[in-house]
Every structure is written in C-alpha cells, then in structure tokens.
C-alpha cells in the first residue's frame, strides 16, 4: 500500500519562524526517509487554498508560536478536513495561554507558581510582585520576551513598557522557582524519560540555549531521584490529559533541590508543538526511550486525525 502524502507545515510569521523552518525541514527529510511523499509548505495568510489544491493525507504540523500552536491553524484543518498531527483546537488554544494553562493544571491538583497577568504598561517603576519573579508574554514560545527580576533588582524592568515591546499587551508576572530546568515528553498516553535541560554559559534556557549548538546540555535519563523522577513523569502525563492535548507533548518544570531531595517542584507550562530541530529536547528524550527520530515522526503521522 502506498504511504501518505504528508503536507509538512513550516515557517509562519509568529517570532519562531526561523526555529519552525528548521524543525520542517528536519521533519521532512526524516519522513522522506521513513518513504512518505513529503511536500514542504511554507505557511502564510494563503494555506487554505494551497491545502485544498495540494489534498494531502496529512498535514505535520511544525509550526511554532502564534497562528501555528494556538488553534488557530488546527481550526483552519479542521475546516478543511485534512487530519493533522499533535494537539487539537481547544487544547492548542489554552496551552498557548501559561495562565489558563495553570488555572486548569492548578484544578487537576498540578503544583504551579503564583502568578498574575497584568497589562505591561502596569509594570511602571514599581514592582508588580515581590523579586524575585519572572515577566512572560501570555502567548509566546521559545523564551521570546522572558525576563528574570532577581531579589537585589530595586526597579521593575523598564523594557517591558518600552517601545521596543513586541510580545503583546498582556504579560505575566510568575513567582521565580530556583532550582534545575526539568522537561518530560508525553507520547500519547505514556509518559517518556525525564531531562535535566543544563544552560551553558547562559544564566536560564533562554532562545540561545534552546537553539544554538552546544548552547545547553540535555541529561537523558535526568540524574535525579527515582521518586522525584517517577513524580515529574506522573505530573508531565496528568497536564497532558488535563488540558487535553493529543499526540506528543512536553511539560517543563523547575525543581529545588537546594535544602532537600524532595524540594518543591513546579510544573511550568506544557509545549504541543515541542521543537524537532537537531538540538530539540523531544528527539533526545524519545531516543532514549527507544524510538528514532523516524519512528517518532512515523507515529505522529499514523496518530493524526480531525475532531482532536
């Protein structure tokens, strides 16, 4: 029997762009390889009508930020018909947003730091919450707009209020949780292998450490206890369900280890269109769990679908 043909969905026009063409292009050729007749789009205000004229099996979605991981496109497959890989309309749309994604993880008994949003000309010279703290954009991916305010900082940061602001009108202001950076993949209903995420030469895992070669460390399986590893696979899962994503997901998480082996651990925010670029975190995890890169994209192809 012939093998699909799968539309891969790249590039975009959110500010993750450049990190959406090389997960495509990394997807694409890896599914070429599996033997699926692969064509490439570069996505923009025009992918209706290139879809309905291309008709293909399956679009893989590898798109990253705005438009691509928000519902927004899922909405647009939908409509069309055409099954497509990882999360659905209502699940993109509310991972998309950390604190609607925290409302409900919170419900579902997930350990999350307090927060607030605020409109970011309400971070004036005064702190919006007592340093140390983190300043996020509501609906951005790739640490794009992160900034850490540490204790000894005696004003708010000023950039946020700028004009050189472009992240939206909307940030949130999150509880800072010292400690190590861990993520855990889920694919489907099985929770996968932990990973300490370890910054080098940078002060978290901002965009640098994310796509830069050797601008972070990925620890497969993460040397931590097998209780706190076993938790974090528990709760990875439990956020997975909650906010109902399909296909593969990855939670993050920040754990504090610093007085105690079994020190606070918080769950961050769940991503439903982990990278797959070559220094990506869902790769490496699967890996280790036993499943190439090939296979990986070979289930996500199989496991898609409308009415996700």
């Known amino acids: 029997m012939a093998l699909k043909h799968v539309a891969v969905l790249m590039g975009g026009f959110s500010s993750e762009r450049p990190v959406s063409l090389s997960s495509g292009e990394a997807c694409a050729r890896a599914l070429e390889g599996e033997g699926y007749h692969v064509t490439r789009v570069d996505v923009d205000r025009n992918i209706a009508t290139v879809l309905s004229n ?23 497959l939908e409509y069309l018909q055409i099954p497509y890989t990882h999360s659905g309309v209502l699940a993109s749309a ?44 509501v609906n951005e991916g790739s640490s794009f707009g992160v900034v850490i305010v540490k204790e000894d900082q005696s004003h708010a940061p000023q950039i946020i209020s700028s004009p050189e602001w472009r992240y939206g009108e909307q940030v949130m202001v999150e509880r800072y949780v010292h400690g190590r950076e861990l ?46 590893y076993q938790k974090v696979q ?5 956020a997975h369900q909650a906010i109902g994503c399909r296909g593969v997901s990855r939670s993050d998480f920040r754990y504090d280890d610093r007085f105690s082996e079994n020190g606070e651990l918080i769950w961050l925010e769940v991503n439903t269109q982990p990278g797959m670029t070559p220094t990506s975190l869902v790769p490496d995890i699967a890996s280790a769990a036993g499943h190439s890169f090939g296979e990986l994209l070979r289930w996500l192809v199989e496991d898609a679908s409308c009415s996700r």
Do not use: W
């Not at 350990?111 to 409109?119: G, L």
């Open 54 to 76: 291309l008709k293909p099996d399956v679009a893989f979605n590898a798109l990253h930020g705005p438009f691509g991981e928000d519902g927004t496109i899922q909405g647009v």
């Open 94 to 137: 509310l991972a998309m947003n950390k604190e609607r994604a925290k409302v409900v993880t919170r419900a579902a008994g997930i350990p999350v730091a307090e927060s607030k949003v605020v409109n970011r000309f309400a971070i004036g010279a005064k702190h919006p919450m007592k340093p140390p703290y983190v300043v996020k954009p």
């Open 183 to 228: 993520t855990c993949a889920v694919m489907g209903d099985v929770a996968l292998g932990v990973c300490e995420i370890i910054p080098t030469g940078h002060s978290f895992y901002d965009y640098d450490s994310k796509y830069v070669p050797g601008g972070s460390k990925h620890e497969v399986p993460a040397k931590i206890s097998l209780n706190i």
């Open 234 to 238: 528990t709760l990875a899962l439990a």
